[in-house]
T-cell receptor
């Protein structure tokens, strides 16, 4: 079992929809939770990170962590065709420990 | 400020050969990490270098090695290439060691092993 599990999709939604992307993790030591966006033939781009539980909002993006259920979510409001990409969740315990990535969910926003 | 750069962008090699990939971090960043990305396994951590020393290592065989220079630029070497080494190799930089939640990725080197 991977330490970070993520449904690879693909996920297709109409433009303007609210998108929910999710991951689960198994390592209780994880404290930092990241979301990356990766366009085709590009490197991952850090969208945001959250420390411990709670929500974090940045524009149309909201990251949510529930440590009790070991569940990580990314919500995208008013989705745009430019949001079409692969979204990777990742987690790290900090303290110089390496980061573990989910497999990535491919999202397509249909105009 | 320029981002992380990687050279070459594309590479084709045959089994048994060796390859060296290069990464230049963001100016001022002193930590460089390397990752392998494949469709089946996703992004997997190879190793991290900080102050010219390997600080962290993933679960890859010894054929995968790296080094970091005094200007923080880093190289990764893969010896005795296997078909399964075909992947996108990404490097990421951060200001300090262990800041995996604040790292920035380069565009990657696409390695194909024939």
């Amino acid at each position: 079992q991977k330490e970070v599990e993520q449904d690879p999709g693909p996920l297709s939604v109409p433009e303007g929809a609210i998108v929910s992307l999710n991951c689960t993790y198994s390592n209780s030591a994880f404290q930092y939770f990241m979301w990356y966006r990766q366009y085709s033939r590009k490197g991952p781009e850090l969208l945001m990170y959250t420390y411990s539980s709670g929500n974090k909002e940045d524009g149309r993006f909201t990251a949510q962590v529930d440590k009790s259920s070991k569940y990580i979510s990314l919500f995208i409001r008013d989705s745009q065709p430019s949001d079409s990409a692969t979204y990777l969740c990742a987690a790290s315990s900090g303290g110089y420990q390496k980061v573990t990535f989910g497999i990535g969910t491919k999202l397509q926003v249909i105009p | 400020k320029a981002g992380v750069t990687q050279t070459p962008r594309y590479l084709i090699k045959t089994r048994g050969q060796q390859v060296t990939l290069s990464c230049s971090p963001i100016s001022g960043h002193r930590s460089v990490s390397w990752y392998q990305q494949t469709p089946g396994q996703g992004l997997q951590f190879l190793f991290e270098y900080f102050s010219e020393t390997q600080r962290n290592k993933g679960n890859f065989p010894g054929r995968f090695s790296g080094r970091q220079f005094s200007n923080s630029r880093s190289e990764m070497n893969v010896s005795t290439l296997e078909l399964g080494d075909s992947a996108l190799y990404l490097c990421a930089s951060s200001l300090r060691q262990g800041l995996f939640h604040e790292q920035f990725f380069g565009p990657g080197t696409r390695l194909t092993v024939l």
